[in-house]
């Protein structure tokens, strides 16, 4: 086969088996959404719902029960004390209790979208109770994971309480000048955290998908979400930043509207503070009613982002360790007909392949990468080069002639006969005819002879042209 031939990769599921490029990660991010909605999109959903529903009535009812008691006993009392530090006591286990639930939900939703991901970037669309099963086992390591941002801003705010209690002790905060470095510090801290933050969740960004995937210990997850992530911190971090973008102004062009209308309903419903029933329900409903929204969209975006983490984590390896190939593999043999006992887990990690602490290989550039993937489809056209092909050289030495061989005798041609006119060649022996041998000069004139030539005469006697010499007597 002559000329450039191209195969686009396969696409089995959600994504094509190549590297992704910045917008295909940042697209497919929104669009898995719809290839398992019941999964990615109603879980969510209801899991949110439901722990948002608890923990608002957990805190409702210890803060309503805890602040009565409070209210029935008087300043002067001598168990008010005690009972002022029990309920300040008993808020902040329950707030603890919300965080863990929040903290549990969040691990559960990033576990069952990685492996819906795993599952969807190679044409399988599983049940619930599947990708539960498949996220079981990391469940507590990720609850772990989860568990590093609060731990992170707990010391943060452990950091900021030892400044100021230091600043306190050394008698630096009578004086507004102290107070207005104090604040500047806070400021500062505040302001170096960020791009601390930035970093460390961009680099740990795919530990919740090798948890589920690989089933990594928790120390191997981060180490290789560490390295995997060399060479593409800005493209992860960039989708990331873009989706959480999108999502809060998607989020504040719903909250503005909706909060203005509840409250234009909350007027109608009761405009001079009626005690009814159904007013006062119908006023709880236009409050929260947009807050039923809003949760449906912090669900939607947790499991947009924890999409984008999986898919980033596809890239990564697909570049870096061949992932793409794997997967390739594992669809080609399952639609020959393998069963499922047969094929091999295709996210295992190859040990000869896997990433190290060494430098990562050269990125090639995106431009380049899309070059292939034209609109058509197909690559573009080649330009022909400048120069033309340069002939063949010749060999050293010409080729030997072919010995010769001479040609078979042919018979003569006949002499005329007595009309005048020659005999027919004779017939075709398959051979090539030689060429015809030059004419014989003609004979000299005989000499005189007093004998008359004889019309009888024999063919082989000297013959002489018509219309020259002697014709005899007239």
Request: one cysteine or more; a neutral charge; aromatic letters at 8%.
């Given at each position: 086969?002559?000329?450039?031939?191209?195969?686009?990769?396969?696409?089995?599921?959600?994504?094509?088996?190549?590297?992704?490029?910045?917008?295909?990660?940042?697209?497919?991010?929104?669009?898995?959404?719809?290839?398992?909605?019941?999964?990615?999109?109603?879980?969510?959903?209801?899991?949110?719902?439901?722990?948002?529903?608890?923990s608002a009535a957990l805190m409702g009812f210890v803060f309503a029960t805890?602040?009565?008691?409070?209210?029935?006993?008087?300043?002067?009392?001598?168990?008010?004390?005690?009972?002022?530090?029990?309920?300040?006591?008993?808020?902040?286990?329950?707030?603890?209790?919300?965080?863990?639930?929040?903290?549990?939900?969040?691990?559960?939703?990033?576990?069952?979208?990685?492996?819906?991901?795993?599952?969807?970037?190679?044409?399988?669309?599983?049940?619930?109770?599947?990708?539960?099963?498949?996220?079981?086992?990391?469940?507590?390591?990720?609850?772990?994971?989860?568990?590093l941002s609060v731990a992170f801003v707990f010391g943060i705010i452990v950091?900021?309480?030892?400044?100021?209690?230091?600043?306190?002790?050394?008698?630096?905060?009578?004086?507004?000048?102290?107070?207005?470095?104090?604040?500047?510090?806070?400021?500062?801290?505040?302001?170096?955290?960020?791009?601390?933050?930035?970093?460390?969740?961009?680099?740990?960004?795919?530990?919740?998908?090798?948890?589920?995937?690989?089933?990594?210990?928790?120390?191997?997850?981060?180490?290789?979400?560490?390295?995997?992530?060399?060479?593409?911190?800005?493209?992860?971090?960039?989708?990331?930043?873009?989706?959480?973008?999108?999502?809060?102004?998607?989020?504040?062009?719903?909250?503005?509207?909706?909060?203005?209308?509840?409250?234009?309903?909350?007027?109608?419903?009761?405009?001079?503070?009626?005690?009814?029933?159904?007013?006062?329900?119908?006023?709880?409903?236009?409050?929260?009613?947009?807050?039923?929204?809003?949760?449906?969209?912090?669900?939607?975006?947790?499991?947009?982002?924890?999409?984008?983490?999986?898919?980033?984590?596809?890239?990564?390896?697909?570049?870096?360790?061949?992932?793409?190939?794997?997967?390739i593999s594992h669809v080609e043999r399952r639609d020959l007909g393998w069963?499922?006992?047969?094929?091999?887990?295709?996210?295992?990690?190859?040990?000869?392949?896997?990433?190290?602490?060494?430098?990562?290989?050269?990125?090639?550039?995106?431009?380049?990468?899309?070059?292939?993937?034209?609109?058509?489809?197909?690559?573009?056209?080649?330009?022909?080069?400048?120069?033309?092909?340069?002939?063949?050289?010749?060999?050293?030495?010409?080729?030997?002639?072919?010995?010769?061989?001479?040609?078979?005798?042919?018979?003569?041609?006949?002499?005329?006969?007595?009309?005048?006119?020659?005999?027919?060649?004779?017939?075709?022996?398959?051979?090539?005819?030689?060429?015809?041998?030059?004419?014989?000069?003609?004979?000299?004139?005989?000499?005189?002879?007093?004998?008359?030539?004889?019309?009888?005469?024999?063919?082989?006697?000297?013959?002489?042209?018509?219309?020259?010499?002697?014709?005899?007597?007239?």
């Amino acid at each position: 086969m002559t000329g450039q031939t191209w195969t686009p990769a396969p696409k089995r599921g959600i994504i094509p088996l190549h590297p992704l490029t910045f917008g295909m990660l940042l697209g497919r991010s929104f669009s898995a959404l719809r290839h398992n909605p019941k999964v990615l999109f109603g879980f969510g959903v209801v899991i949110q719902l439901i722990v948002v529903v608890l923990s608002a009535a957990l805190m409702g009812f210890v803060f309503a029960t805890t602040f009565a008691r409070l209210e029935s006993l008087s300043p002067s009392s001598p168990d008010f004390e005690a009972v002022l530090a029990g309920t300040i006591g008993m808020n902040l286990v329950a707030g603890i209790a919300v965080g863990l639930a929040s903290i549990a939900f969040t691990a559960l939703m990033q576990g069952v979208v990685a492996a819906e991901i795993g599952n969807a970037a190679i044409g399988v669309k599983a049940s619930l109770g599947a990708l539960w099963k498949k996220m079981l086992p990391a469940f507590w390591r990720l609850a772990a994971f989860a568990s590093l941002s609060v731990a992170f801003v707990f010391g943060i705010i452990v950091i900021a309480f030892l400044i100021i209690a230091g600043f306190i002790a050394g008698g630096l905060g009578g004086s507004m000048e102290a107070i207005g470095g104090l604040v500047v510090l806070l400021i500062l801290l505040v302001l170096a955290t960020i791009p601390l933050v930035v970093w460390l969740t961009t680099k740990l960004m795919l530990v919740p998908s090798i948890l589920v995937l690989e089933r990594a210990t928790f120390r191997e997850a981060l180490v290789r979400s560490w390295r995997l992530t060399r060479g593409r911190f800005w493209v992860a971090w960039g989708v990331t930043f873009l989706i959480g973008a999108i999502m809060g102004l998607a989020m504040q062009v719903v909250n503005i509207p909706v909060a203005l209308l509840s409250s234009m309903l909350g007027t109608v419903i009761a405009p001079t503070g009626s005690t009814d029933p159904s007013a006062i329900l119908g006023f709880v409903f236009a409050l929260l009613a947009p807050q039923i929204l809003l949760l449906v969209l912090q669900a939607i975006t947790l499991v947009v982002q924890s999409t984008a983490g999986t898919l980033v984590y596809l890239d990564c390896r697909m570049r870096y360790e061949g992932l793409d190939q794997a997967l390739i593999s594992h669809v080609e043999r399952r639609d020959l007909g393998w069963a499922d006992e047969q094929l091999s887990d295709p996210f295992v990690v190859d040990p000869g392949r896997a990433v190290t602490s060494a430098p990562p290989p050269k990125q090639v550039p995106e431009w380049a990468m899309n070059a292939p993937y034209q609109t058509t489809g197909y690559p573009a056209a080649q330009p022909y080069p400048a120069q033309p092909y340069p002939a063949p050289p010749l060999p050293a030495a010409p080729y030997p002639a072919p010995p010769y061989t001479a040609a078979p005798p042919q018979p003569a041609y006949p002499a005329p006969n007595a009309a005048g006119q020659p005999h027919s060649p004779p017939p075709y022996s398959g051979q090539a005819y030689p060429a015809p041998p030059a004419p014989p000069a003609p004979p000299a004139p005989p000499a005189a002879s007093s004998a008359p030539a004889t019309a009888g005469a024999d063919d082989s006697s000297t013959w002489t042209a018509p219309g020259s010499g002697s014709r005899g007597p007239a």
